[in-house]
């Protein structure tokens, strides 16, 4: 099982980033997808949630109208597309699967390596 972040880096205050998370070594279209992140001295936040259909997506409030969260079935990868970014978005940006049945989680939750994320002019 492999997931792998790619899209992050520097960007300043008001930017965009988008972020994918290719998947492999398992039935990605049977999966959750979560983007988490952590910044320095803080705990680990979920960001973002799709379902593994696509069809319903939450949010956490602090990034609420704009993040968006998508995902291609047919390519085995999320993405989170990051606008109007803060310099409170500076973090580690972790992608996540994870398997439920209705809401319960069956399973290992899988994670990825990371990508870092830095907003700053």
């Known amino acids: 099982v492999q997931l792998v972040e790619s899209g992050g880096g520097l960007v300043q205050p008001g930017g965009s980033l988008t972020l994918s998370c290719a998947a492999s070594?398992?039935?990605?279209?049977?999966?959750?997808m979560n983007w988490y992140r952590q910044a320095p001295g803080k705990e680990r936040e979920l960001v973002a949630t799709i379902t593994s259909t696509g069809g319903s997506t939450t949010y956490a409030d602090s990034v609420k109208g704009r993040f968006t969260i998508s995902r291609d079935n047919a390519k085995n990868t999320a993405y989170l597309q990051m606008n109007s970014l803060k310099p409170d978005d500076t973090a580690v940006y972790y992608c996540?699967?994870?398997?439920?049945?209705?809401?319960?989680?069956?399973?290992?939750?899988?994670w990825g390596q990371g990508t870092q994320v830095t907003v700053s002019s």
């Open positions: 070594g398992f039935t990605f279209s049977r999966f959750e």
């Open positions: 996540s699967a994870v398997a439920r049945i209705n809401v319960v989680v069956v399973g290992v939750r899988y």
